[in-house]
């Protein structure tokens, strides 16, 4: 366990709760909207700052203290996760894992049948390929 563990992950979920809020509203406007317009900016900001605090305080701590073999063992949950995660943003379902376990799977298959009917599921990326 990390020493500070928990405050690099609730910073890091914070962020994340901020960016989703901020794609609901880029979902919701249209561009040339003033507030599309904001959000985008908002989100282009706030994404960098995410990905610079994971990149420079996140990873190099947990890179230290976890082996490559469980971080390939957690890399793999992660990639099994994300075939029945939810595909949108859903910013008013609280940061809780045993909430986002629940009302996830449900979102989850709202979201992948919306994707098939809207055609949106044919622009998502192919999976990587497995070892």
Do not use: C
């Not at 609901?24 to 561009?31: E, S, T, Y």
């Not at 995410?50 to 990149?55: A, C, F, P, S, V």
């Not at 995660?85 to 989850?108: E, I």
């Not at 049948?113 to 809207?118: I, N, P, Q, T």
Request: net charge negative.
């Amino acid at each position: 366990m990390l020493d500070n563990g928990d405050e690099l992950a609730d910073e890091a979920v914070a962020q994340e709760q901020e960016g989703k809020k901020l794609l609901q509203r880029l979902h919701d406007g249209a561009p040339g909207d003033p507030d599309y317009h904001d959000a985008l900016q908002d989100f282009v900001r706030l994404g960098r700052e995410h990905i610079r605090y994971e990149q420079e305080m996140v990873w190099p701590v947990f890179e230290a203290a976890v082996s490559r073999e469980d971080r390939e063992k957690i890399g793999d949950k992660l990639e099994a996760g994300k075939k029945v995660a939810p595909t949108r943003p859903h910013p008013d379902t609280p940061a809780n894992a045993t909430v986002q376990k629940t009302m996830g799977a449900g979102a989850a298959i709202v979201d992948h049948v919306r994707d098939v009917f809207s055609g949106r599921e044919a622009d998502n990326p192919p999976d990587p390929q497995t070892k």
